[in-house]
C-alpha cells in the first residue's frame, strides 16, 4: 500500500475472528488510530484486553513500551498484551487475517483512496460474514461474535490507590519523587498519578491503576519489570 492510499488499520475480536475495522488511514501515529477505536468502543463496548506488537502507535521503546495510547488503555481498565519482538506467531490470527487481506485487497491496489477503501469494506463483510474459518469450526465470525457488555465511559476514574501506597504524580517531564530524589518514569504519563508500594527494603512495586508497570531500587536508582504490560497486580 502506498502513502497517498493509506495504510490499513485492522482490529480483530480474537474469540470470533470478526473483523472490526479495516479502514485506510494517512496517519498511522496516535492522533489517525485514537478516533478509529474510540468510535469501535462506543459502539461496540470495551475488551477486557487488546494484543498487539511492539512498534507504533502501539508502544514505545521506554519502560514497558508505554506511549499515550496504552496508556489510554489502561485508564479504561483494558490489559495491553504486547507479542514477544521478533514472535508474530504469538499473534497468529492476525498475521494470518493481513495475509488474506494483502492477497484479497491491495493486489492491485484501487486507483484512489476511496476506491481502496470501498475494497476494504467488501473485503471486511466478506471476512466476516461469508468466509467460514476452519479454528471455529468452519463457521463465520459473524455466527460467533458478540459485543462486549462494558460500556465505553466518556470520563475516566482517577485510580484508587490502597491506603498503603505511596501516591506520586508524574511531572511535566516524565518523572516522580521519592524521598529526595526524582526519577524518570515515562512521559507518557505526564501529571498522571501512580502508585508506589513497598515490598521489600527500598525496593517498591511501580503501579497505574490495577497495572505493574515495573520495580524501582531505591538504592541502584533503576526501573526493571517484565517486558509487557499484561501484568496486573
Known sequence: MSAELGYPLTIIDHFSRYLLCCQGLLDVG???????????FRTWGLPDATRSDNGAPFASSGIHGL????????QLGITHQRITSGRPP???????????LKARATRPAA????????VFNTF???YHQL??????????PASRWAPSPRAYPERTAQPDYPGHFEVRR?????????????????????????????????????????????RFEEHTHTI????????KC
Open 30 to 40: 496516535r492522533a489517525g488510530v485514537q478516533p478509529q477505536l474510540r468510535h469501535l
Open 67 to 74: 506511549n499515550r495510547l496504552n496508556v489510554w488503555w489502561l
Open 90 to 100: 504469538e499473534n497468529g490470527a492476525h498475521e494470518r487475517l493481513h495475509k488474506t
Open 111 to 118: 486507483a484512489n483512496r476511496n476506491s481502496q477503501q470501498r
Open 124 to 126: 471486511r463483510q466478506t
Open 131 to 140: 468466509r467460514p474459518h476452519e479454528a471455529l469450526d468452519d463457521e463465520t
Open 170 to 214: 508524574v511531572s511535566r517531564a516524565g518523572t516522580f519523587r521519592l524521598h529526595s530524589g526524582q526519577y524518570f518514569l515515562s512521559q507518557a504519563l505526564n501529571d498522571e498519578y501512580i502508585g508506589l508500594e513497598e515490598v521489600q527494603d527500598g525496593v517498591w512495586n511501580l503501579i497505574y491503576y490495577d497495572t505493574l508497570l515495573g
Open 224 to 231: 526493571t519489570g517484565a517486558p509487557s504490560l499484561k501484568d
